[in-house]
């Protein structure tokens, strides 16, 4: 089984009307349903409101085929993410996240016998208490041999000492079996320009692999998807044609859809990814990019159904 540990919220998306229409997601949610749509057998790690919203997102969970069994309950609100879109519809968020219910989350323990992977990343990575419970298991995780995944997609807004964030984000590295990371996310935490060239963020990134990940998957917007692979080769895959309504979780969804390629190819282990060959890397990024350009042809985070790539 893959774990995803992480945040449930509720995004509000403007709408043509000029509304706000209630979207369910956060990073970790949505990687999970990405995984679960594409029929991998994943679980959803975190605490969510016993509120109508939460209720709502457990909903579809279920709908998506993840299971809830470590999903924990409180009644304290959900988070809630305003969403605007820029003439591209790339997203930029605004959060309202003070005594949320999936900052409560608390230590599970070991993870159920038969988990292969766990998935991290986003705001549970940087808000507190839930933080230092979800580095835990990072921890434990690699400690005992599973294949544990890292997303930071950062939220800028959230993150009040950037410095120690980084110092952070360092010290996860060499728990890290595969590290995935936007090319804008990579110069914010390199403290790069917002324009310095790929090849320079690519400097930093084979530094970052050579602390621990086997591999890193690297999002590259409109160009594409890319991977560092473990013998140092770099691997580019174009993007997928589509007519984008907004980008919402596109990047959860490529991380969702490599999850679940990685199953399908009994790949789920720091040893499998380390001996991906070039050809195996491109058919997974390729996957991962269709994936993400059905999430992107339609409003918010809504990732396709197995059946729905069966059909492109």
Partial sequence: ?????????????????GTLAPRLGGGPYNVAVAAGRLEAPVGFLSRVSSDLFGDRLIERLHASGVRT??????????????????????????FYVEGTADRQVTDPGPLPAGTKAVSF??????LEPGASTYERVLWREAERGALTVLDPNIRASLIHDPMAYRDRYDSWLPHVGLLKV??????????LPDDAP?????????????AGPAAVVLTRGGDGLGVLTA????????????????????????????????????????????????????????????????????AGAEPPFKRELEMT
Avoid at 198 to 210: A, F, I, K, P, Y
């Fill in 1 to 17: 089984m893959i774990v995803v540990a992480g945040e449930a919220l509720v995004d509000l998306v403007p709408t043509p009307e």
């Fill in 69 to 94: 069994d470590l999903v924990q309950r409180g009644d304290q609100p959900t988070t809630l993410a305003v969403v605007g879109l820029t003439d591209d519809g790339s997203a930029r968020y605004s």
């Fill in 121 to 126: 990343g986003t705001l549970s990575m940087v």
């Fill in 182 to 191: 936007s090319v804008d996310d990579a110069r914010w935490l390199a403290e």
């Fill in 198 to 210: 790929e090849d320079e963020v690519l400097d930093v990134v084979r530094d970052w692999q050579g």
């Fill in 231 to 298: 013998t140092g080769d770099v691997i580019r895959v174009p993007p997928t044609p589509v007519d984008v309504v907004d980008t919402i979780g596109a990047g959860d969804t490529v991380q969702g859809a490599l999850l679940a390629w990685l199953h399908d190819h009994d790949a789920l282990s720091v040893e499998a990814v380390r001996g991906l060959d070039a050809g195996k890397w491109r058919e997974a990024l390729a996957y991962a990019g269709a994936a993400a350009a059905v999430t992107c042809s339609r």
